[in-house]
């Protein structure tokens, strides 16, 4: 396979961190004309979906565009988003109608937006979450079924999971997440040998024998434990799935490259410190991706209620947004701004880095479907009808981008329901109660 | 290689069971047809996943403390006022969680099984090294088994995995690799790392269930000890007298009495006083410059400590641990505490001169930062953590649509103390009814800042530390622990949450068992060990609430917080 000694040597590492490919001309063999097949095995290139979060929403009259559609005007809270506008959708005025239910302060809003229903008490998730269906349609052949992540390092922050006490954890270390995609295990697509493990045939089968105990467990369980048993076979099943992909030649991909290893920096709740760590996971993150480790991701920023801090002050964030003074001459809190500036930068410099990568004639971004959101509008008064979202990228090609979408008050689940639909999950309504919706935002839909 | 496909096929087809091909001999696959379709008289009424602790603590009872355990645990989620004990009857098991599991149990299985310490676990020499050897591989797991599930391996689960290690000794050459995948089997399996618990009909109250006697030695071992069952236990529920209330109550009494309940004790408060918050906590280095991650570690410990002493060392009065002066300290610490302790020792005990105001639990900064911001006090956070945590009150979240205008800024001076910025509050009527409940007795502790460092201003304005709770005033932490420990509903509140820990889901509806425990635990001088001796040994404990077994899932309880705010 004398290609990948080609490519070896066509690659130029890392630049600042971020991975950057020069001119591989050889390599564009493998794709076909549109550069969305790889010639060689006829496979697809796989499309990915991924969310990521912030906290404490934004301040709206200078976040939101004006114009509805196409070519939307960049208002100064999403300047860091520039040079990315046409690639990213912004949605607006999609309401949360909790139906009587309490509105459980940066906790309710994400957990709708996820989910299509109301939490009515604070035990996990009120249902599945969409990003796992997602998963279950796209994310079960390829090496992790998702990856979920926390820049702030906190294993419990986390909005995906099937509901109630399943909650994904998120990965808070780069280093343990390094060792994960490409530490034992990893097998990379490009490399000329491949030696299939014999320890990992021997574990596969013992994962497999695991499966054996669920018909003695079943048989006398109530429905709670059932269906608690039931994600635990899953998630064998998944494990055997990880097994079987490290068993099998991964096919070429131009754009994996496996990155060096990474240290943990401290993290604590100071803003530099959490900035500092997503970009390392962002990194580890884009070549998981390039490398087809997994499909679907879940990044968190921040919590939802704030922690964060800035060096040598006494509030924090979320505390900010409530009690620092509304300016007004600005019109808004100077000081809680900051913060979401960041937010921004960091969600900038997310999608810069999955565009960065270029897979044939399009990128990893264009490939992608990343949808971003928030858990409240304006965190000052804890609102959550227009919660500001957005999406990255085109799904390859299933998503109209560039577009400001004006929902005009209907309900948030409209775009849980158009995510999935447009990755493939079979569904036609989503949500319950005046969340329940039939209505995709077919604005965006191709 | 080829012996391992051969397992991987077995266990395909045993995969197919459900849909009615049988393979003889292999595990459930022995289940008759008929089982399937009969409501079996056992039935398993509760999947409580074991906490990181539970999880450790059973590896070294079970292997000895020199076998590591090395590894992520994937977090339980709490539900809000309840305990991470409800929780974990709650916890399902995610694919990276399963991941993080295996990889752990792999690696738990290679030590055990390593030439340093198979002579402890295999009781018998194979006929050759690398070759299966059935008999003396299923003479090694059946005893591993019966720890590990906390019964004995049925007839078709030791076949089972005796095969799985004659199997994997052919294919690899080695008995002993062949027991490591065996074990490591084990050890992902549900039935080790979730507590099965399973009841039986009450022959006493037809209709009702009560959990069987491998169950009871369970809970009992977990509850008291945060461990696995020991030898006794299992040799009493195998004789099934565990389900006589007589030995049910010797056995309590034996284990509140032992040294090993001490482990119980702080995984008990652990979960109480929401512990799993000190993973996170965090301060402003430039703030507060005393705190480092040497006194974060220490904070937990210290509080642990105050407690275990009191409690059980001195068997002492619970209440008293909200006036207690005594604690223990180490070098982290005494910087924090600017207090003197010997230059050389680890943790030493202490005593706080009553002047230093740091009466109990609530004085400890421990309590007093983790409840705090990151970078300033808070009176309401304290208030509520206050009314929450150790009277049971819930105090409702914030309206969703808060104004909080009328709270200024930190620099503002003409609101220097949080006293001054938190009456603002008191002009909103919205704010006014929930800040009323926490506020009060939360001001009390102004006199300790966000890192719990003592203070005598805040911006240069002097701080009062007057504080109020119920009707009653007082002055500062030592006032409030007079107080908390003349209030009735901090006993209540321990008994509560004792039951709701042993049981594994929320009490707070059964009114009448918490009040008839809080009357004993009262009535016994507020005695901790008194306190779990009679949930362990009470028959009540053992009763199922019956609920029908295709009841629908029930994800999502109703709002508790909202039943119970009227405070």
């Known amino acids: ?446 | 290689m080829i012996a391992l496909g051969r397992i991987a096929l077995a266990a395909a087809a045993v995969l197919a069971i459900g849909s009615g091909l049988n393979v003889k001999g292999i595990g459930a696959a022995e289940l008759s047809d008929a089982a399937a379709f009969t409501e079996p008289a056992e039935r398993i009424v509760a999947l409580r996943r074991l906490t990181e602790a539970q999880y450790r603590n059973s590896i070294a009872d079970i292997f000895g403390p020199e076998i590591a355990v090395a590894g992520r645990f994937e977090p339980i989620v709490r539900p809000i006022h309840e305990l991470i004990s409800s929780g974990a009857a709650g916890a399902a098991i995610s694919p990276a969680g399963l991941e993080q599991f295996d990889a752990m149990a792999r690696n738990i299985a290679v030590q055990v099984f390593d030439a340093k310490h198979r002579g402890q676990f295999v009781p018998c020499t194979p006929k050759v090294e690398v070759a299966a050897d059935p008999a003396c591989a299923e003479q090694t797991l059946a005893p591993l088994g019966r720890y590990l599930f906390r019964r004995p391996l049925t007839a078709p689960e030791l076949a089972f995995y005796g095969r799985l290690a004659n199997q994997a000794a052919a294919a690899t050459g080695s008995f002993h690799k062949g027991l490591e995948l065996a074990l490591a089997t084990m050890l992902v399996s549900p039935n080790f790392l979730y507590i099965v618990e399973t009841a039986r009909p009450d022959p006493n109250r037809p209709g009702d269930l009560v959990l069987d006697d491998w169950s009871r030695a369970a809970r009992l071992s977990f509850l008291l000890w945060n461990s696995t069952p020991n030898e006794a236990l299992l040799t009493t529920a195998a004789q099934g007298r565990l389900s006589d209330d007589a030995e049910l109550a010797r056995f309590a009494e034996r284990m509140v009495g032992s040294p090993r309940f001490e482990a119980g004790v702080r995984a008990f408060f652990a979960d109480m006083l929401l512990f799993e918050k000190f993973d996170a906590l965090a301060k402003d280095a430039i703030v507060y410059p005393y705190f480092n991650s040497d006194v974060a570690k220490a904070l937990p410990e210290q509080l642990l400590r105050t407690i275990v002493d009191q409690v059980l060392t001195r068997d002492g009065d619970y209440r008293d641990l909200f006036t207690t002066n005594r604690t223990f300290m180490n070098r982290p610490l005494a910087s924090l505490y600017q207090v003197r302790v010997p230059a050389s020792a680890g943790w030493v005990p202490y005593e706080f001169p009553p002047e230093a105001g740091r009466s109990g639990l609530l004085g400890q900064a421990g309590f007093l930062a983790l409840y705090s911001h990151s970078g300033r006090s808070s009176p309401t956070l304290r208030g509520r953590a206050v009314r929450e945590l150790l009277l049971c009150q819930p105090v409702p979240d914030p309206p969703g649509n808060v104004n909080f205008t009328a709270v200024q800024d930190t620099t503002n001076t003409a609101m220097p103390t949080a006293r001054i910025r938190l009456s603002a509050h008191a002009t909103d009527p919205v704010c006014k009814g929930c800040h009323a409940i926490t506020d009060p007795l939360g001001l009390s502790f102004e006199k300790f800042d966000g890192a719990g460092m003592f203070r005598t201003v805040e911006n240069g304005a002097p701080i009062d530390d007057e504080g109020a709770m119920d009707g009653a005033a007082f002055f500062g932490v030592a006032g409030l622990g007079q107080a908390m420990a003349q209030n009735p509903a901090a006993g209540q509140c321990v008994a509560g949450r004792a039951l709701e820990y042993a049981s594994g889901h929320a009490v707070d509806q059964e009114t009448d068992r918490i009040e008839a425990l809080a009357g004993k635990f009262a009535a016994q001088g507020y005695k901790i060990r008194a306190l779990f001796r009679e949930v362990a040994a009470s028959p009540d404990s053992y009763r199922i609430r019956s609920k029908p077994i295709d009841a629908g899932a029930t994800r999502v309880s109703m709002n508790k917080a909202e039943q119970s705010n009227g405070l």
Not at chain 1, 33 to 51: D, E
Not at chain 1, 165 to 176: D, I, M, V
Not at chain 1, 260 to 272: H, L, Q
């Open chain 1, 1 to 446: 396979m004398a290609y990948d000694l080609t490519r070896r040597g066509a690659l130029r590492g890392m630049v600042n961190g971020a991975a950057v490919l020069v001119g591989v001309p050889l390599l564009d063999a493998f794709l076909d004309g549109n550069g969305t097949a790889l010639a060689a095995t006829g496979g697809a290139l796989p499309v990915r979906f991924g969310t990521w979060f912030w906290g404490l929403g934004v301040n709206p009259p200078r976040w939101y565009p004006t114009k509805p559609g196409a070519n939307y005007d960049i208002p100064e809270e999403l300047v860091p988003i520039t040079p990315f506008a046409k690639k990213i959708n912004i949605y607006g005025n999609f309401n949360v109608p909790l139906d009587g239910a309490p509105n459980l302060p940066h906790i309710s809003g994400g957990a709708a937006v996820r989910t299509g229903r109301a939490l009515t008490a604070d035990r996990g998730l009120p249902g599945e979450s969409f990003d796992v269906t997602i998963g279950d349609r796209i994310g079960t052949r390829s090496r992790f079924r998702s990856l979920e992540l926390s820049a702030s390092g906190d294993a419990r922050n986390s909005l995906s999971g099937r509901g109630g006490g399943n909650l994904n954890p998120s990965e808070g270390s780069p280093s343990a997440f390094y060792e994960r995609l490409f530490g034992a295990g990893f097998k990379d697509p490009n490399s000329a040998s491949f030696t299939p493990d014999p320890q990992v045939m021997a574990r596969r089968s013992v994962l497999s024998a695991v499966s054996e105990q669920r018909h003695a467990l079943e048989r006398s369980v109530g429905a709670d434990d059932r269906a608690k048993l039931d994600q635990y076979f899953t998630s064998v099943r998944q494990l055997e799935n990880q097994l079987e992909v490290e068993l099998t030649k991964p096919d070429p991909l131009q754009s994996c490259m496996v990155p060096p290893k990474v240290t943990d920096k401290p993290v604590s709740a100071e803003i530099e410190t959490v900035i500092a760590n997503h970009k390392m996971m962002t990194e580890l993150l884009v070549m998981a991706l390039a490398c087809d480790q997994s499909r679907v991701f879940n990044m968190m920023l921040n919590n939802g209620a704030s922690s964060l801090t800035r060096i040598g002050s006494t509030i924090t964030h979320h505390q900010l947004t409530h009690e620092e003074v509304l300016d007004q001459k600005l019109g808004y809190q100077p000081e809680a701004t900051y913060f979401l500036t960041r937010i921004m930068e960091a969600w900038g410099d997310f999608v810069g880095a999955l565009d960065r990568v270029k897979e044939g004639d399009r990128t990893l971004l264009d490939n992608t479907l990343v949808f971003a959101h928030s858990e409240c509008e304006f965190a000052k008064f804890h609102t959550i009808d227009n919660l500001p979202m957005m999406t990255a990228g085109s799904a390859g090609g299933r998503l109209k981008t560039g577009i400001y979408v004006d929902g005009a008050g209907s309900p948030i689940s409209r775009l849980g329901l158009t995510m999935q639909q447009v990755m493939g999950v079979s569904v036609d309504t989503w949500g319950t109660q005046s969340m329940q919706t039939n209505r995709a935002v077919t604005e965006v839909m191709v």
